[in-house]
């Protein structure tokens, strides 16, 4: 039966995906001897939030996520970044597969406030993979067998890689959701005051905000 081995090589940015994406470079590894015809894997990807250190300032921007950092021994725990389901095709002994990781710039979802807070350095990640593998038995009979939980993987990918994926895709941007009631009153401000980007609208109102509080 085979036992398959799993281990992260690199990762690097999709620059022509339709999408922000990662594809991690996975090296699978049969243990055994049979002919692999196939792979359905699945993959929950977590973020080892307490195998790193956190300077000043990355600790003012993580309270939303975890708290003040003197609590931090009790609230700073692993994130659940994302899920992956990949067809990995036939193989014999080992094979090098890319794991395409479609993220987002909202920072109302915790993997990117997240990954935002960080200026630099490394974040830790953990790969729990599962699945079906597919196999040739003795006399090319095609089996099955399940992949055990306990097959993981870790990897530190590099914060700039996560920052130059989203200047890639938005240059010079960052991405605020508002609700509906919140948009309408904006782009009715931005209207009745003649103002012809977004960024004036706000800038604008930041302004009119100073001058009252000098008042």
Known sequence: MPDLDFRIEGAEVEEFAAVPSLSFKLRIENLESEPIRSVALNTQVRIAARRRHYEAAEQDRLRELFGEPSGWGSTLQSLLWTHNVLQVPRFSGSTVVDMPVTCTYDLEVVASKYFYA???????????????????AEGGLLQTARISWEKEAEYRMPVRLWKEMMDHY???SAYVRLRKDAFDELYDYKVRNGLPTWEAAVESLLRASE???ER
Do not use: D, I, W
């Open 118 to 136: 960080l200026e630099g350095g490394e974040v830790p990640l953990e790969f729990l993979f599962s699945g079906t593998v597919f196999y040739a």
């Open 211 to 213: 001058q009252e509080v």
């Open 170 to 172: 938005f240059p010079n």
